[in-house]
């Protein structure tokens, strides 16, 4: 008759210990994570993100431009919206709506760069005739918004 052995199993102990080991851990992060929220001084994170970003020229978009902006992305520079215009009439070297409009078709521009503001009445002439319904209308307050915060 075999002898019962009391040998330690040495790879099961290990595995104890690396699970211990995990627990403590993982223990120790999860209470630090509170005690750091707890005690964290509370930012201004609009100002820490443009004191962070102010070299780049980076601004925060406000939500509601944010959801906007991908129908004023549909241009495709047909220009028809520039035959309508009665602002762009008066001053045909001022820029187009149709320009304007295609400064956001890829990627938002610099907005620095803009010597003014839109010189855009808010008829909505222009967009009632796009056939690609961009809400041109809209795209100029965007440009004046933006440019209102170069200026701040
Ligand atoms: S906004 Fe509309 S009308 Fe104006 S250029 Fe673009 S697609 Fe044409
Ligand atoms: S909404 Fe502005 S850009 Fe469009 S036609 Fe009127 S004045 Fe021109």
């Known amino acids: 008759m075999k002898e019962k052995t ?10 104890t210990i690396k699970k211990l080991m995990s627990l403590a851990f993982l223990g120790y992060h999860f209470n630090a994570h509170i005690i750091t929220r707890i005690f964290r001084r509370k930012r201004n994170g609009l100002k ?16 509601e ?19 309508y215009c009665a602002k762009y ?8 709506p149709s320009f304007l409009v295609g400064c956001l078709s ?5 907005f620095d760069l803009f010597a003014g503001v ?21 795209v100029m307050r965007f440009m004046k918004d933006m440019k209102q915060q170069t200026t701040d």
């Open 89 to 96: 009439a008066e001053n045909p070297h001022g820029m187009a």
């Open 6 to 15: 009391n040998r330690v199993n040495a790879p099961q102990v290990m595995r």
């Open 118 to 138: 839109p010189n855009c009445g808010d008829c909505t002439t222009c967009e009632k005739h796009c056939p690609q319904s961009v809400p041109i209308s809209e």
């Open 48 to 63: 820490a993100f443009l004191q962070f970003y102010q070299r780049d020229q980076i601004r925060p978009l406000p939500r």
């Open 65 to 83: 431009w944010g959801q906007k902006l991908p129908s004023f992305s549909a241009c495709t520079q047909c220009r028809v919206c520039d035959t």
């Open 106 to 110: 890829r990627s938002l521009t610099d």
